[in-house]
């Protein structure tokens, strides 16, 4: 199994910035995508960005040009800068980790922007 532990959620103003981390443990071997998800109430979760072993990254259309995945192979975890939040940008964030036998979900961290 692999553990994942997300920090970084909050309450912040519009245009302002936040930054989450997520770390992986437990059986990681070869872990191939690192990405995060959000589920805002009433919708779909939906991917926000990924970034695979080769630093190949996939944003959604929305928070191009403001998010910015990072990972850090040494520890194991993913990180999303998030800058000019927007009030539509308030929703539960969730890390995923994909390894060669795990797709693992966090328990999610909650991002409220308000105007």
């Known amino acids: 199994q692999v553990q994942l532990v997300e920090s970084g959620g909050g309450l912040v103003q519009a245009g302002g910035s936040l930054r989450l981390s997520c770390a992986a443990s437990?059986?990681?071997?070869?872990?191939?995508?690192m990405g995060w998800y959000r589920q805002a109430p009433g919708k779909q979760r939906e991917l926000v960005a990924a970034i695979t072993s080769g630093r190949i990254t996939n944003y959604a259309d929305s928070v191009k040009g403001r998010f910015t995945i990072s990972r850090d192979n040494a520890k194991n975890t993913v990180y999303l800068q998030m800058n000019s939040l927007k009030p539509e940008d308030t929703a539960v964030y969730h890390c995923?980790?994909?390894?060669?036998?795990?797709?693992?979900w966090g328990q999610g961290t909650q991002v409220t922007v308000s105007s």
């Open positions: 995923n980790v994909k390894t060669i036998r795990y797709d693992s």
């Open positions: 437990g059986s990681i071997f070869s872990i191939n995508t």
